[in-house]
């Protein structure tokens, strides 16, 4: 997605998240620690776009919380709603590797609901992949009724930053 993205004509940083990427240890994977580098980036960039995948999404979520941007891009996005241990059990199971699981379950436990109304500044955009286990489509169409915009869907599955479904997910965010 970055390059696609790229090439439509937007600058683009993907931080790691703290407990993510090829050496991360999932325990640094705190909510707090992975709000705390969100904003980092964003303030460090003043972004007119905020793209967040997944746990990525839920984290954009409370960022807008108190830091409005003119658009956010949810992709794939865990819902504004706390999951409860029956819907985190869900997450998990469909999660393909135990370094993501183990970030769920240190991110995610105290994880409190998105004040959905203090997001209001910031137009929205909710994008799910039809064939997604991970986050289904219920979870893309509640999260997009909350904000009172379309849920969107690409053919894909959970990953829509890679592959043929990114092409789809560029577009949408270009337009």
């Known amino acids: 997605l970055i390059p696609r993205l790229y090439r439509a004509g937007y600058s683009v940083c993907a931080p790691t998240l703290p407990g993510h990427g090829r050496r991360g240890n999932p325990s640094a994977a705190q909510l707090h620690s992975l709000l705390a580098c969100v904003a980092a980036s964003a303030d460090a960039l003043d972004p007119s776009v905020i793209v967040g995948h997944s746990l990525g999404g839920y ?3 409370r960022h807008l919380e108190k830091s409005p941007v003119p658009r956010a891009v949810l992709l794939a996005s865990l819902p504004p709603e706390a999951l409860d241990s029956h819907e985190r059990a869900w997450v998990k199971a469909e999660l393909k590797g135990a370094r993501a699981r183990a970030v769920i379950d240190h991110a995610l436990p105290a994880a409190p609901d998105v004040d959905v109304a203090s997001t209001s500044k910031t137009a929205m955009l909710v994008i799910g992949g039809i064939r997604d286990r991970v986050v289904p489509a219920p979870w893309i169409r ?30 949408a965010i270009a337009t």
């Open 59 to 61: 984290l954009v979520q």
């Open 142 to 171: 509640n999260t997009a009724s909350r904000y009172g915009v379309r849920a969107d869907f690409v053919d894909g599955g959970h990953l829509l930053m890679v592959g043929q479904p990114a092409d789809a997910v560029a577009r």
